[in-house]
């Protein structure tokens, strides 16, 4: 009877172990899987931001050669202001620049 009831708890301690462990496996993965979308999530952000800063500078270009007709249909009245925010932009340092 003792033997039975050792093996019966050996079991269930077993079990609470294989459970835990599993458990454990599965946060492991999660935390990876989350960190790696974190990371892409960064990384698609910075290659927006550089797309973004090189539209900008091809605007000021054009403004600044007096190649204003294609901003001013897209922008309309507010063509000279989304330049003037676009040479704020540029000007400011990329965050992925390193320090």
């Not at 090189?54 to 922008?75: F, M, P, T, V």
Request: with cysteine.
């Amino acid at each position: 009877m003792k033997l039975l009831v050792a093996a019966a708890c050996l079991v269930i301690i077993a079990g609470g172990g294989w459970y835990g462990w599993s458990e454990w496996q599965a946060a492991q993965r999660a935390s990876e899987q989350a960190a790696k979308e974190a990371e892409y999530e960064r990384r698609q952000r910075s290659f927006d931001n550089e797309l973004r800063r090189n539209e900008c500078s091809r605007q000021i270009a054009d403004w600044d050669k007096g190649n204003r007709r294609s901003l001013i249909q897209k922008y309309g009245d507010y063509a000279e202001n989304i330049v003037n925010n676009c040479r704020y932009l540029v000007a400011i340092p990329s965050s992925d620049s390193p320090s």
